[in-house]
């Protein structure tokens, strides 16, 4: 996951997923994913603008997942707008997933958090 403000990365975050989370679906990792960022981030994330942007579309409805559902009430708590924007458009996470690795693992998927400036920052 990558933060940015002015469309400047001010965070990133990523760590290795335990064997249960190797069998969650794409959009599972990918919430989990924003969800440990938020944790990790609160400080500079909670009562700000933020909009998440994915490529997965699934993200952006409600479901009936219990997971799922868990993980984006937690995620309503920041007042975080879903926005998706289509795969090849995604530039930042085409990057950074082609960057060579030791590791022949592809990465599952990149969410880009975007942090709004607000009168408060200033």
Known sequence: TIILQDNKPIVFYSRKLTLAQLNY??????LLSIVETFRKQRGILF???IRVFTDHQNLTYKTSAQRITCWRLFIEEYGAQ???????SNK?????SRLPSSNAEPLPAL????????????
């Open 25 to 30: 679906t794409v959009a599972e990792k990918e």
């Open 47 to 49: 009562g700000h603008i």
């Open 82 to 88: 879903f926005i998706w924007i289509e795969g090849k």
């Open 92 to 96: 930042i996470a085409d990057l950074l």
């Open 111 to 122: 969410v880009c958090v975007e942090l709004i400036k607000t009168a408060a920052m200033c």
